[in-house]
């Protein structure tokens, strides 16, 4: 069943979650490869043996290095979600209302194992609050059959269409999304003098910080929201 647009209710009564994921949804309009890129660049400061801690919400935590990701890109019929933004200025953007669209995600190997395991999909809040991840994150991050059945909740069929590049591009967003991944080692180097919200990213003056010291928080309502993952990783309360 095709589906129209989102529904959303009234404007005046958008709670601050329905805010969040109207935001997300806006943000992750056709922005797979954006994401897929940025990340690309952000590795690109690192040396390609440089180990990578992945985290999922579900529990798993392990080291790899860098090299042993690759892009995943699907081929994806019918979206079941349509999608119009509207911009001041006149100008839109529709999403999902093509036969066909493509889609891009980073795969990972765990240790030891020859074949992806793990996808990371930084744009799935595109398909609405369905795209949210296990542990309430504004992105997926956790099983590749975790991740094809997300998919087959969100468009009606799809067909693998190149697995395992380990670059895409270039694009015209590389100069932008070079300063993205700049600021984003920036901001991790100098974490101890700058923290920020580990929920929405915001910079803070006055860190509300998590036992574990570990993470830092804007307010307690945003460490309330991001409890669902941290707990799953929180050194002060280790629960699987
Ligand atoms: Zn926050
Ligand atoms: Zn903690």
Not at 91 to 103: A, H, I, P, V
Not at 136 to 165: I, Q, R
Request: proline letters at 6%; glycine letters at 10%; a neutral charge.
């Amino acid at each position: 069943m095709i589906s129209g647009p989102p529904v959303h209710p009234p404007v005046e009564n958008l709670n601050e979650d329905d805010l969040e994921v109207i935001y997300w949804e806006v943000r992750g309009h056709d922005g797979c490869y954006r994401t897929v890129a940025a990340l690309q660049h952000f590795f690109d400061l690192f040396p390609t043996n440089h180990p990578l801690r992945i985290r999922t919400a579900d529990g798993e935590d392990f080291i790899t290095d860098i090299d042993s990701r690759v892009i995943l890109e699907f081929d994806l019929h019918r979206p079941l979600q349509i999608m119009h933004i509207a911009m001041g200025g006149g100008k839109s953007f529709s999403t999902g209302d093509q036969e066909r669209m493509n889609q891009a995600v980073w795969g990972f190997e765990r240790p030891g194992e020859e074949m992806v395991g793990i996808a990371l999909d930084m744009a799935s809040m595109q398909f609405g609050e369905k795209g949210r991840g296990k542990g309430g994150e504004n992105f997926m991050l956790g099983t590749l059959d975790a991740f094809y059945n997300f998919v087959e909740t969100v468009v009606a069929g799809g067909d693998p269409m190149k697995l395992g590049s380990k670059r895409i591009g270039p694009s015209p967003h590389d100069k932008w999304l070079k300063e993205v991944a700049r600021r984003v080692r920036y901001r991790w180097t100098n974490r101890e003098t700058g923290r920020w919200c580990d929920h929405c990213g915001k910079p803070l003056d006055a860190p509300k910080s998590c036992p574990c010291h570990e993470v830092f928080y804007c307010g307690s309502a945003h460490q309330k929201k991001a409890w669902r993952f941290h707990k799953k990783h929180c050194s002060k309360r280790k629960t699987n």
